[in-house]
């Protein structure tokens, strides 16, 4: 189903796109960027060019010649009375290939995905194990909806130790993260509600939100992290039915909420009867030292404050197990409305998960000492080939959130497509246009992937800054 986009909205979305070339080739580089990163998506329909060309002062002839070549490169339709629609050049491809499974060219490198490979020794031994437990299930038919309860006493038992009293009838298990969100958008809110996030934020959250019909509202972070304040505000003052927040070594900025801004938006959040969703997916991957606060579940009810956790991140993601942390009552009702969709997980990728849990901190020590390594050659590359590029080192977690000094995100993502190489702009990280000033770039990869990759994007820097493509920060924007 299509949705109208306003004049007014494309506007914010297209930001400074003009550049040294002619008007009607630069706009229409500009939506081809927005389309490309996905942020005007296949079916939305653009305004027409008569009301375009008004709100943007532009000639009516310049947005017809910029229509005219998406049109002919396989971005937009048009249908003489019904308007122009966002399509994209191969039918049913998405734009943004580092969330799918679709093939890689040979020789091309992902810096997109912030994900670790499989760690095979301990994986390996998992398998063995859990296939050797299979046995002890074999009288059951198999269907589960809530979990083996071995893996959910397990989970239970983590979240009491750090202070979260948890019972197993708590826990459900999960395809992983993004089916655990799914499940509670759809539970606790309707179409056209609000879902409440920071920005920026983990981009499969804006996705799902979109997809699943809810009104996103966001609360910008700050380099020093959240604005309790304007958390409070928002909150009181917009009610949404549910809250997004990574307080753990937030995807994408690295930072960690400190106990009194926990304490501020549980208390704020109760006020307004929102349910607050907490995402732990990286929490284990603390690589400074130090001790993190106590999850935000400490601070509430679980019928108030839901935790959702994944192996993808410590693990793998292709063992697809995640977890929600709720009452009793909300799991009761997320199985009913599992039941609908699915029968549970494969029992032996949970027997597999329940091994690599048991394995614990061997694991954990072994993840967070290759990516201390792989941070510090990063680092250093960024140090050496783009020393006008400002970032802060994370305690934790998976990536650098990098600050460009321009908003040139979108085509930088893009010139590095040509190159081979895939990084996801600022722009994914946000609505309308915002945080271009920034890419995110995961130090998961070895260090050969990570040295060919920063050659690749100090070419396609060079190229961006050669066409003048955004417009760089101010001084007293900086």
Not at 84 to 100: D, H, I, K, W
Not at 197 to 224: C, F, I, K, M, Q
Not at 335 to 347: A, E, F, H, K, M
Request: with cysteine.
């Amino acid at each position: 189903m299509s949705y109208a986009l306003t004049a007014s909205q494309v506007v914010r979305m297209l930001g400074e796109w003009r550049a040294a070339g002619p008007a009607y080739a630069d706009l229409a580089e500009a939506f081809q960027v927005l389309i490309s990163d996905g942020r005007l998506p296949a079916g939305a329909r653009l305004p027409a060019e008569r009301t375009f060309a008004v709100q943007c002062g532009l000639s009516r002839n310049t947005v017809t010649a910029a229509y005219r070549i998406l049109r002919e490169r396989g971005f937009l339709a048009s249908d003489r009375g019904a308007g122009s629609f966002v399509r994209l050049p191969e039918p049913g491809r998405r734009t943004r290939a580092p969330y799918s499974l679709a093939a890689r060219s040979a020789g091309s490198i992902d810096l997109a995905v912030a994900s670790l490979p499989a760690p095979e020794a301990v994986l390996g031994t998992a398998t063995r194990l859990a296939a050797g437990d299979l046995g002890r299930y074999s009288h059951l038919l198999g269907y589960d909806v809530a979990g083996v309860a071995d893996l959910r006493r397990t989970i239970a038992e983590d979240f009491t130790r750090r202070g979260a009293p948890t019972d197993p009838g708590q826990i459900l298990v999960t395809a992983g993260a993004d089916h655990a969100l799914g499940l509670l958008i759809r539970l606790l809110s309707r179409p056209g509600e609000a879902v409440m996030t920071d920005s920026p934020t983990y981009p499969n959250v804006l996705d799902l939100t979109r997809a699943l019909g809810r009104r996103l509202l966001t609360v910008g972070l700050g380099a020093d992290g959240w604005n309790t304040d304007v958390w409070k505000s928002a909150l009181r003052q917009e009610a949404p039915r549910l809250a997004y927040l990574m307080p753990d070594f937030h995807n994408p900025t690295g930072l960690v909420m400190p106990d009194s801004a926990r304490s501020a938006i549980v208390d704020a959040s109760r006020g307004s009867g929102t349910y607050l969703v907490v995402d732990e997916a990286l929490r284990e991957l603390a690589l400074d030292g130090g001790e993190l606060p106590p999850p935000m579940a400490a601070w509430s009810t679980p019928d108030h404050v839901i935790t959702i956790g994944t192996m993808s991140k410590t693990c793998w993601a292709g063992l697809r197990v995640g977890w929600i942390r709720a009452s009793k009552s909300v799991i009761a009702r997320l199985i009913g409305l599992r039941n609908l969709v699915d029968t549970g997980n494969s029992l032996l990728t949970q027997l597999i998960a329940l091994r690599v849990l048991e394995a614990g901190a061997g694991l954990l020590r072994e993840r967070r000492e290759l990516l201390l390594e792989r941070r510090r050659v990063l680092v250093d590359l960024l140090a050496r080939d783009f020393p006008d590029w400002r970032f802060t080192l994370p305690h934790g977690g998976l990536s650098l959130w990098v600050d460009l000094g321009a908003r040139l995100g979108s085509p930088l993502a893009q010139a590095a497509g040509r190159r081979g190489l895939e990084i996801l702009s600022g722009g994914r990280f946000g609505v309308d246009g915002t945080l271009e000033s920034h890419i995110r770039i995961p130090f998961v990869a070895d260090e050969r992937t990570l040295v060919a990759g920063c050659g690749r994007l100090a070419e396609a820097w060079r190229e961006v800054q050669l066409t003048g493509r955004g417009s760089r920060r101010t001084q007293a924007a900086a």
